[in-house]
């Protein structure tokens, strides 16, 4: 039986969910893009060297057909233990998480893991350059925000506070990251600003 | 059909090559081990913060199964475009790739990628503490071998050099790592000793 991807198809082939394969295709995909080739930019132009982990996975079994690649055949994401950016400039150790949303008003803080801001912390202590990147993507615009206000929201939700950072904290706390050609989201502006 | 792991078969199972799959989950097994607990020990004593990346891989397929977690059903390794550690300590970024070998004399240069020797380049560029952790398996002993050093070597390669790191090369730039209990791989000593 021989299937469109022209690779011989064994038993009866797996359904293939278009709709919800599209979702995941697509979740941050813009932000994350941007972030993607402006640290590409970083990367040639020598300004930085800043580069997304990959996505946690458990790889549970793999096929190795003969004269071809290695196949995963079953494996699921893991919860990430960091953020998912980090890198080096001017020789201080940077890090830092990216977040969009589609609210007008607010970041939920549901899609935020407390291992995260326990990293985001540790980084902190040592030394190193931490914040968000927050994109509120109907309006277009995106905050750097340091790791130590952030956290600082962060822990108030415990003691009764907000479950969602109003965008006024983060214009108040955070600043705004300028969009140009080369640079979509030009974050390393904001640390030169606050840090060098 | 029932499986002996619980779960329903589809279809014709997929054949588990039983020999290979082990080969990958052994690959560098040991040095990997031993450098993920002591980057634990080192995040438990709030000495670094140092993680091992996620293995890149290439998500081609994915099932929503109702009522339960995303499988990855077909997936490919990608190549590491970077090292495969990195983190912070006191303040410095750190970025480093560990190899093991089971010669007993010298290191293949083979399983070394080029972008990651480029990677390396830029590490150094930007004012990063950036190593090699090589060990002989048989003998079980581990070295720290600065990234200048390797590099250097490595370059040689291309006008007629060895495509093998001597040991005596390794000991010569390189400094043995201690073994203790809590820190099997204390790499940290190394950097104690060269940058602070």
């Not at 949303?101 to 202590?125: F, G």
Request: aromatic fraction near 14%; charge should be positive.
């Amino acid at each position: 039986m021989n299937y469109p991807n022209g690779r011989k198809g064994k038993g009866q082939p797996s359904i293939r969910t278009g709709q919800k394969k599209n979702d995941f295709a697509n979740r941050g995909m813009t932000l994350e893009n941007d972030i993607n080739e402006t640290n590409h930019f970083y990367l040639e132009t020598n300004h930085a060297v800043v580069h997304k982990k990959p996505t946690p996975v458990q790889i549970v079994q793999v096929d190795y057909p003969k004269r071809s690649a290695a196949v995963i055949k079953e494996a699921y994401f893991k919860q990430a233990s960091t953020t998912d950016y980090n890198g080096l400039y001017k020789g201080k150790y940077i890090d830092f998480e990216a977040k969009e949303t589609r609210n007008v008003s607010s970041l939920p803080l549901a899609n935020i893991h407390e291992h995260q801001v326990e990293h985001m912390r540790k980084v902190l202590q040592h030394g190193g350059i931490c914040f968000f990147i927050i994109r509120f993507s109907k309006q277009e615009d995106t905050y750097y925000l340091p790791a130590e206000f952030f956290i600082q929201f962060w822990d108030q939700q415990f003691q009764g506070g907000r479950k969602s950072m109003p965008i006024t904290f983060i214009k108040d706390h955070g600043h705004s990251i300028p969009f140009t050609f080369q640079a979509r989201v030009d974050y390393i502006k904001i640390i030169d600003k606050l840090y060098f």
